[in-house]
């Protein structure tokens, strides 16, 4: 450790491959124009490596994965800022993040939240966040574009040179409860927490963003700069929640053939499932993963690392408001890609005519496979008739949902015919 100690004492360099041996993690805070690195120990676990922006920005990125991170970075984040806290993400409810925030307004941080006004299928999340900071300093607005889309980002911003930019929602499944993949960045010093902290104020002031930021791929308008990614030469590995039906994104995922690795969730609606298929019968590797949960928005080559908020879905491209980050820095590109492979072997190969785990129990069971546009005679032909029926929406388009007596859902539009089902099991 004796190398480590004098990188310390004068700031010379970053983390060397003592500290990777001893399982110290990382964060830098800002102080005058040196960066310092702050050592904190965590049970041996190492969350990432900090590694130089460029020397023109004077910056660091640092990788922060989950399952195995938690809240921690962002606490750390928080509880450092001298003079402002501004976080948007599409939930806030996780204990330690929300006492962080609570705690730094109360020692004069001007600490401001924004998070979605409508958060698709958790209502209770609203109601659970004005009560978490109800009768604290802490400034809460909800947001949302449009009435039919989302508030999605997921960022935090400190005193307007550091940040955390990524998938994870501040919420227990991403955080402490370790039930999803996500991955996202710290960054310190350079540009993109001033810019960041920019489009922050424009969208809680409610006015027009005009922010640019070449490292920055910001939704509306981020489909151009996701195809640009998965057209890199080269494997080009993702991890997304979603896949979507957005043309432009899977002719992009088509061409590129064998060379696209796709992670998806094994629990990926009906229509992602065919369009997986479809991708795959033109060679893209496909994998579905049952746990962790893969809410991770990740693009990974040999030269780009892309961590962001943004599902494939035209909706989360066009509509929503999303932010993710391109970084070029080779160490947080190595730990970002021996992330992906780690969870791509525990996943499970899907060709064009291989059937899902779930398609395979239910196949022997009552309820049989249903392609999506379905009519409503057809699925009661093979489903039989629902136990009730309601009504919902989503982004805005009315549906009407059928519900059966073990807990599955079926999901139909105006027209009558099947846009998703929901599978209890």
């Given at each position: 450790?004796?190398?480590?100690?004098?990188?310390?004492?004068?700031?010379?360099?970053?983390?060397t491959?003592?500290i990777?041996?001893?399982?110290?993690?990382?964060?830098?805070?800002q102080k005058?124009?040196?960066?310092?690195p702050?050592?904190?120990?965590?049970?041996?676990?190492?969350?990432?490596?900090?590694?130089?922006v460029?020397?023109?920005?004077?910056?660091?990125?640092?990788?922060?994965?989950?399952?195995?991170s938690?809240?921690?970075?962002?606490?750390?984040?928080?509880d450092?800022?001298?003079?402002?806290?501004?976080?948007?993400d599409?939930?806030?409810?996780?204990?330690?993040?929300?006492?962080?925030?609570?705690?730094?307004a109360k020692?004069?941080?001007n600490v401001?939240?924004?998070?979605?006004?409508?958060?698709?299928?958790?209502s209770?999340?609203?109601?659970?966040?004005?009560?978490?900071f109800?009768?604290?300093?802490?400034?809460?607005h909800?947001w949302?574009?449009?009435a039919?889309?989302?508030d999605?980002?997921?960022?935090?911003?400190a005193?307007?040179?550091?940040a955390?930019?990524?998938?994870?929602?501040?919420d227990?499944?991403a955080?402490?409860?370790?039930?999803?993949?996500?991955?996202?960045?710290?960054?310190?010093?350079?540009?993109?927490p001033?810019?960041?902290t920019?489009l922050?104020?424009?969208?809680?002031s409610?006015?027009?963003?005009?922010?640019?930021?070449?490292s920055?791929?910001?939704?509306?308008?981020a489909?151009?700069g996701?195809?640009?990614?998965?057209?890199?030469?080269?494997v080009?590995?993702?991890a997304?929640e979603?896949l979507?039906?957005e043309?432009?994104?899977?002719?992009?995922?088509?061409?590129?053939?064998?060379?696209?690795?796709l992670?998806?969730?094994?629990?990926?609606?009906?229509?992602?499932?065919?369009?997986?298929?479809?991708?795959?019968?033109?060679?893209?590797?496909?994998r579905?993963?049952?746990s962790?949960?893969?809410?991770?928005?990740?693009?990974?080559?040999a030269?780009?690392?892309?961590?962001?908020?943004?599902?494939?879905?035209?909706?989360?491209?066009?509509?929503?408001?999303?932010?993710?980050?391109?970084?070029?820095?080779?160490?947080?590109?190595?730990?970002a890609?021996?992330?992906?492979s780690t969870?791509w072997?525990?996943?499970?190969?899907?060709?064009a005519t291989?059937?899902?785990?779930?398609?395979?129990?239910?196949?022997?069971?009552s309820?049989?496979?249903?392609?999506?546009?379905?009519s409503?005679?057809?699925?009661?032909?093979?489903?039989?008739s629902?136990?009730?029926?309601?009504?919902?929406?989503?982004?805005?388009?009315?549906e009407?949902?059928?519900?059966y007596p073990?807990?599955?859902e079926?999901?139909?539009?105006?027209?009558?015919?099947?846009?998703?089902?929901?599978?209890?099991?």
């Amino acid at each position: 450790m004796k190398k480590t100690a004098k990188a310390l004492d004068y700031y010379t360099r970053f983390i060397t491959s003592s500290i990777i041996d001893s399982g110290v993690v990382t964060m830098f805070v800002q102080k005058k124009s040196k960066i310092m690195p702050r050592l904190l120990l965590a049970g041996g676990l190492l969350l990432s490596i900090p590694a130089t922006v460029s020397a023109a920005t004077s910056a660091a990125v640092s990788w922060i994965p989950e399952p195995g991170s938690a809240a921690q970075p962002w606490v750390i984040m928080i509880d450092s800022a001298k003079s402002s806290v501004y976080i948007n993400d599409y939930i806030i409810t996780d204990k330690p993040i929300v006492q962080a925030l609570v705690a730094a307004a109360k020692r004069g941080v001007n600490v401001r939240v924004i998070a979605d006004a409508h958060p698709y299928d958790d209502s209770s999340a609203v109601t659970e966040e004005r009560s978490e900071f109800a009768n604290t300093k802490v400034q809460i607005h909800f947001w949302s574009p449009s009435a039919n889309s989302f508030d999605h980002a997921k960022y935090l911003v400190a005193d307007g040179k550091s940040a955390i930019v990524g998938s994870a929602n501040a919420d227990y499944s991403a955080m402490e409860g370790g039930d999803n993949l996500e991955g996202d960045v710290a960054i310190s010093g350079g540009t993109i927490p001033d810019t960041l902290t920019k489009l922050f104020v424009a969208d809680w002031s409610h006015k027009s963003a005009t922010v640019s930021n070449a490292s920055l791929i910001i939704s509306p308008g981020a489909e151009s700069g996701i195809i640009g990614l998965l057209k890199q030469p080269g494997v080009v590995s993702v991890a997304s929640e979603e896949l979507g039906s957005e043309k432009a994104i899977l002719q992009t995922m088509q061409t590129k053939g064998k060379q696209l690795r796709l992670l998806l969730p094994d629990s990926v609606s009906s229509s992602d499932l065919n369009n997986a298929r479809a991708l795959a019968a033109h060679g893209v590797q496909v994998r579905l993963l049952k746990s962790p949960y893969v809410h991770a928005k990740v693009i990974v080559s040999a030269a780009k690392l892309f961590v962001g908020s943004e599902n494939l879905t035209t909706t989360s491209l066009t509509e929503n408001r999303e932010v993710g980050v391109v970084v070029e820095q080779k160490s947080v590109i190595r730990q970002a890609s021996a992330w992906f492979s780690t969870y791509w072997a525990k996943a499970t190969p899907l060709t064009a005519t291989s059937k899902t785990a779930t398609e395979t129990s239910t196949s022997n069971g009552s309820y049989p496979y249903l392609p999506l546009g379905l009519s409503e005679s057809e699925v009661r032909a093979r489903w039989g008739s629902p136990s009730s029926v309601s009504t919902t929406t989503y982004h805005g388009e009315p549906e009407t949902v059928w519900h059966y007596p073990n807990g599955d859902e079926c999901y139909f539009n105006t027209s009558g015919k099947l846009v998703y089902v929901h599978r209890s099991k």
